[in-house]
């Protein structure tokens, strides 16, 4: 098996043109700063600034918010590594990349109750459904632009990168959310905020399916 | 097979416009890829299949290739995804036509000048089963090759590839025959 098959030739030859390699996973998770800064600024700037930033403190306010954007990108660029062949990520460094946000929600949760412990007693549903929704509406576009840059490389896997790319953007938007919603109770964060990022995660999960369809 | 620095530079090569460099890699990897193939399916036509298939992915998926890693592990991993897709692709389909002895095939006229229809069934008993789905499917149900891609999960000019080899092969097995 040493020359091509005529018929393969030709098909190749019929597509055939010059190709600019992808840049690296990092620089195409930077296409995504300007829906970051969006899904970072939008709740704290369309509605308000939480009531206790003041005793939160600057790193415990906006700094928390900055490194879980931080990690976001981190995810998003794993997601755009994970889609393309050869670079696949391992089950352990998946099972990583699902733990390391998790922790890092729970202790940015924990450490907000600890700085300002603030109930949440009437309305339980209302503020739960409007952080859920509120917070997975603000992932929709980072996940969209996202999704739309793993479909272009060649996802083999696309619901591994579809979900990873979904929870980094998930996190992005609750490092906003968390700066405009001031109930730091941990079951209210854990479920409605936690829950924003699980669904920006189908999302991501759902659209990378869907766009990575025509290699599969 | 070449050694992966040679491999970078035809890829480059291949990424910046030059169709020659596709001939030089397909020499040097094709042979691996198909023994990796066949490895998991253990059928030699079938393999040959999954090769040019591969090789079609691999040239829609060539702008995902960075110079700066080895080429083998970005085909090794295509090969395997196209592999995979294949035999999901056969667990999914609602019918694989494998005993075709038992096939009503509505030979045409003309056709009957060239074969009987008992040789034809025998004959396409022989061909490779994706090919032979590939040829049944278009020649025989009339499906387009976009149907049938959308149908079996490969891509249409896969379709096209395995119907025009089983095709070929079927005429080289009825003219073995003597039945021309």
Redo the contacts between chains.
Sequence with gaps: MTGVPAELRSRIQAEFAVVRPLPSPWARALWCAPFAALALLAAPAFFNVRTDAGQLGWLGGWGASFLQVALGFVLIAAALRESVPGRSWSAGAIGLWLVIPTALTMAVTLASWEASPVMLRRGWWTVWLVCISGSAATALPVVALAGVLVARAYPTRPAIAGLLLGIGAGVMADAGWRMFCHFSEPAHVLSAHLGGVAVAAIAGWRLAITLGKPFR | MADDTQLRELMRAY???R?EA??DL??AI??VL?RYLLSHVRDAAKA?DL??ET???L?????????A?PVM??????A??VQL?DRRTLSRRPWAPDDVTEMDLPVRGEAASYAERSDVRRALGHVAPSRRAAVIQHHVLGLSFKEIAART?IAE?AA??RS??GMSQLRALLKGHGTK
Excluded: C, E, N
Excluded at chain 2, 59 to 67: K, S
């Design positions: 990424q910046s416009g169709f596709f001939d397909y020499a094709a042979p198909r040959d090769v040019q090789f079609l992915q040239h829609r998926a060539r702008h995902t290739y960075d110079p890693y592990p970005w085909a090794m991993a295509i395997r995804h897709m999960g000019t096209k590839l025009s080899r």
